[in-house]
């Protein structure tokens, strides 16, 4: 309810602001808005040559057979003109997302078929872990746990194997394991939710939990900061780590209060020592490393446990192949069958996926998240804050809506700023402390059909805020 509101709100305020951007002459047209793309120079103005200040005249009489020239305006490096037929178009700025269609276009090709595939494979080896009785072994392991933290689902429930996978996938930086783990484990908690179109409290815990984005390795931000040069690509992990981890307590607390979880739980305490004890250790190993020695560990640490997982799940299923047997199967029938469910999955979350994707290229399109960036800098600025800082608050100001967005802001901070400066460490920080939150909310609650998120939207931007702040401190502290 909350975020289908919210999404209309997006949508119509930002063809509000483009079409009031066109009759104030500071666009000259709208095209740009339903085919451009991004990174493509903005039309602002047509006019007769003779209306053009005398040096753009000039140049256009020097330029051969007068068919066409491009001149950059000197004074204003983001001008361009280019003259063709007696007229002179002025471009100005560049787009900085793409537009409605080719978003569409982008959706179905970049993100959809790649996430199908990704479903299928690993929906599949979620099906011979049912068949096996490998999950149903890891949920009796694990209920203990989870019964506290989740004491709406019953006991060695299948839905606790799946979040597991999930948070551990995440844990490793393996977006591409943890979306289908998730997706599964979202399917078999509504199998549990009384009522359909509502969100449970066990799937508001777990959507939280899993977009807090706690996260041990950053392949992908090392990987971008070894990719600008940074004396020390790795050396923002142990920043990630810490925020990400705040994150994940805030998320904890703030909605175990709110469904009045036992916090004194000794299984509950003793997890989360389990889990700290974890984090350090690992830090303290990673932290003795040299540089080369960071960089191999980081890039083969998460390969190899997925690895390890794909080759378990099928050495497991045909050790017990007589179960499979008795389900009237066999290990690759199960496999393809898992995959099938996938595919149905990904085509389910399609539509939820792009009406938030073409709302969030209106709104960007539209200026509005710029103004609202640069308010918002002009505000920390005034309060004194280092201008580091407030350069890189656009990568957080559009990390909930837009991973992809964010990420562009992210490598131009590197570009623009250095990869060592402050501001290219704290946006990397931002980058990989939590989740794209709406992106998640349409991807998780869309493949289940809910239509009432009900307060978890609000929780996960809290904690987005969260994490914005203790990226801040922890990057000042650290650097």
């Given amino acids: ?17 483009i079409v009031f951007s066109l009759f104030t002459a500071n666009t000259y047209t709208i095209d740009y808005v339903l085919n451009g793309k991004k990174d493509d120079p903005i039309l602002i103005s047509e006019k007769f040559a003779e209306q053009l200040p005398a040096f753009i005249k000039d140049s256009i009489k020097k330029a051969p057979k007068q068919t066409m020239i491009i001149n950059r305006d000197t004074l204003n490096a983001d001008t361009t003109y280019v003259y063709k037929n007696k007229t002179v178009k002025i471009y100005s700025g560049v787009q900085k997302s793409d537009g409605l269609l080719p978003t569409c276009k982008s959706t179905l090709l970049d993100l959809i078929i790649p996430l199908i595939a990704y479903l299928a494979f690993f929906c599949g080896l979620m099906e011979l872990l049912i068949i096996s009785g ?12 989870f019964v506290k933290v989740f004491p709406s689902i019953p006991k060695n429930h299948p839905s606790i194997s799946y979040m597991t996978l999930n948070f551990a996938a995440n844990f490793l930086g393996l977006d591409s394991a943890a979306t289908p783990f998730g997706l599964k484990a979202m399917e078999s908690l509504q199998e549990i939710n009384p009522d ?4 449970s409290d066990a799937q508001i815990m777990f959507m939280c939990l899993h977009a807090s984005g706690l996260t041990l390795i950053a392949t992908s931000i090392i990987g971008y900061r070894a990719a600008a040069n940074a004396s020390n690509p790795a050396d923002v992990m142990l920043p990630c780590i810490i925020t990400s981890f705040i994150g994940t307590i805030a998320a904890f607390l703030i909605v175990g209060i709110k469904q009045k979880i036992n916090f004194k739980s000794a299984s509950l305490v003793i997890v989360l020592i389990t889990l700290i004890a974890a984090i350090v250790g690992l830090l303290m190993y990673v932290n003795h490393l040299d540089l080369i020695g960071k960089n191999y560990f980081t890039a083969n640490l998460s390969a190899l446990i997925l690895i ?13 192949e007589k179960k499979f047997a008795a389900a009237s199967t066999t290990v690759f029938d199960s496999f393809v069958v898992g995959a099938n469910n996938g595919v149905k999955t990904g085509v389910t979350i399609f539509p939820y996926v792009l009406g938030m994707l073409v709302a969030i290229s209106l709104f960007r399109n539209s200026g509005l998240f710029e103004i609202i960036s640069n308010w918002i800098a002009f505000i920390f600025s005034n309060m004194g804050v280092n201008k580091q800082i407030t350069d890189a608050l656009p990568v957080a100001l559009l990390r909930p809506f837009s991973s992809a967005g964010s990420r562009g802001f992210l490598i131009d901070s590197m570009n623009t700023f250095g990869a060592d400066s402050l501001t290219a460490r704290l946006s990397s920080i931002f980058q990989c402390s939590a989740e794209s939150t709406f992106y998640v909310i349409a991807v998780y609650f869309g493949s289940v059909n809910i239509k009432n998120t009900r307060y978890a939207l609000g929780t996960m931007l809290i904690v987005d805020l969260i994490c914005v702040v203790t990226a801040i401190f922890v990057a000042s502290w650290f650097f």
């Fill in 1 to 17: 309810m909350v975020l289908s509101r919210f999404w209309l709100v997006i949508f119509i305020s930002s063809i509000i602001f």
């Fill in 196 to 199: 359909k179109d509502k969100a």
């Fill in 308 to 320: 390890g997982i794909i080759a378990f799940t099928l050495i497991f299923s045909f050790l017990n």
């Fill in 134 to 145: 490998a999950s149903g072994k890891l949920a009796k392991a694990l209920s203990p746990v």
